[in-house]
């Protein structure tokens, strides 16, 4: 096929998508498509990459995948956060290989050239007289911190919005204190789905009664209303209605903002944050609804908080609790390959075996991660068989298809820029 066919199908196949249903196999299966997904979406707008507890001190460094790119993300000499391609402006060798680490430079292994933290090029071995270090430092890659949580953009102009959704969502994070957060524990996964069905499946709670451990704290209700609340879910709606009024109380009391923003498809870095109640003891997602962690990440005095959600398009969401907080964060490896990327955060000074369990603290969402791995890998499955075509969405998958539309939204105007 040659290019211009193909981007001839793209866009007719782009152009005919029915609103309310599931997205044609291609946009799922071909290979097409997920380069093009690379280009529109993921090299166009804001990524979710790191906490900023998962580099606390100067030379602290993540490297982050997003298709066939690799970011460097290095705290440098005067604490503030860069990001560099990890590319080596000798013959383009992967500088760091390793997913995370700390350096006082940045070395390559290939022919040792030698970078500043801010990708200045300080040494190049036998150069002739003429050469000029400062034309070859390593290239730039927008980067923000947004109250403790890391983002870079490979745009040369990003979407200028993300600086009032910044200061829309931050009001909220702030009192949960991530920039000083450490790190407890961090899991990746690789799920045999492409990256639109593991945000689909992030986005609504339809399938939910597949998550025995999740639903024990997690009301099951999540999207559903008076209207399409089918009957077995009607006595914890009631009770998701009530200790939502008292736990609200509690909100307005400590000065906590918890009001619904949801601009998911309507803008270029689509969100969605809310702050709600849990079930039983409604602090944290345990069995019980207990803390898993006794020291809290701030001076909250009470641990009944519930959970603060935030969903970000393309390739995030989390939840801030009073003891903890989650990162999820999704990276595209091929067509039918994802990495879902989880970190568990902390109080700084609390430790392992004193003021948590870490099996505790992690069991609920390792087994709704691995629940959910198996789940998008059968979609994905069915997504390439001959006898799939576009399904509906229920009411309650409202988020799905502002995902989707947002995602359309995305390609058309990359495609007709």
Known sequence: MTVLAATSGISHLVARRVAGRSLEAPFYTSREFFDLDIDAIWAQHWIFVAAEGELPEPGDYITAAIGPYSIIVVRDDDGNLAALHNVCRHRGARILPQERGSVGNIVCGYHKWTYRTDGSLLHAPSQDSGFDPTCFGLKAVHVRGVAGLVFVCLAEEPPADFTEVAARIEPYLLPHRLHEAKVAARVDLVEDCNWKLTMENNRECYHCDGHPELVRSFFPTYGYTDDNLPTPLRPAYDRYRRVEAEVRETYEALGLPYETIEELDTRPTGFRIEREPLDLAGESFTPDGTAACQRLLADFPTAR???????LQPNAWFHFLSDHAITFSVFPIAADKTLLRTTWLVHPDAEDGVDYDLNSLTKVWTATNEQDADL??????????????????????????????????????????
């Open 376 to 417: 998008v890998a059968r979609a994905q499955q069915g997504v390439a068989s001959p006898a799939y075509v576009p399904g509906p969405y229920a009411p309650t998958e409202y988020q799905v298809e502002a995902f989707c539309n947002w995602y359309i939204t995305r390609l058309w105007e990359h495609l007709h820029q």
């Open 305 to 311: 908080l519930g959970h603060l959600s935030l969903h």
